[in-house]
């Protein structure tokens, strides 16, 4: 009952905050339980690998992986480790990785000549096309060719001095086998 037909200030006041802090927690413990799922407040550890940072953006169903990378270390491993993690933490599969830093248009032209060989093998599955043409690419351009074919994705990896291009590439079927094909230009 409200005493002389007047709430008293502090009952609303106590209810404002608890309901406050009631939606702080909720979602603030959302989020921080998505950065654990991720492992972003594990940052550390991707830094060491060379990510930077990463985010996701929903396509359809599906996520895109973005990332932010320096010099990545031991490429394929890092980034399926990171896809895994990303989709345990999201529930969803990461179906494109876009990464965010510009590569030198020296790197970008040399990409796109290895693009039209790395649509052939997700066309035919003639993975044994990828060693000649990283071999001559690499000898061609003076540039450093790392290609390893994981389960679902094809890794490309290219640098020249302290440029670098990395590039994940979508394989049409799920196989079981993991190649690595490497190419250094001198």
């Known amino acids: 009952m409200i005493p002389n037909g007047k709430f008293p200030m502090k009952k609303i006041g106590l209810g404002l905050l608890a309901f406050f802090l009631t939606v702080?927690?909720?979602f603030g413990g959302y989020t921080a339980l998505q950065r654990v799922r991720y492992g972003i407040l594990d940052g550390k550890r991707w830094e060491k690998q060379g990510i930077?940072?990463?985010?996701t953006r929903p396509e359809g169903d599906n996520v895109v992986l973005?990332?932010?990378a320096g010099?990545?270390?031991d490429f394929r491993l890092t980034m399926e480790e990171l896809i895994r993690q990303v989709e345990k933490g999201r529930g969803q599969r990461v179906v494109r990785v876009d990464f965010l830093q510009p590569a030198s248009s020296k790197l970008e032209k040399v990409y796109d000549r290895l693009s039209f060989t790395l649509a052939e093998v997700?066309?035919?599955?003639?993975?044994?096309?990828?060693?000649a043409a990283a071999e001559l690419i690499a000898a061609e351009e003076k540039v450093r060719v790392g290609i390893e074919v994981g389960d679902r994705f094809i890794f490309v990896r290219l640098e020249?001095?302290?440029?670098?291009?990395?590039?994940v590439v979508g394989l049409p079927t799920v196989g079981s086998s993991v190649l690595v094909m490497t190419g250094g230009g001198r």
């Open 24 to 26: 702080t927690v909720l």
């Open 52 to 55: 930077a940072a990463f985010r």
């Open 66 to 68: 973005e990332v932010e």
């Open 71 to 73: 010099a990545i270390k």
């Open 122 to 131: 997700k066309a035919t599955g003639r993975y044994t096309l990828l060693p």
């Open 160 to 167: 020249q001095g302290k440029d670098r291009l990395y590039r």
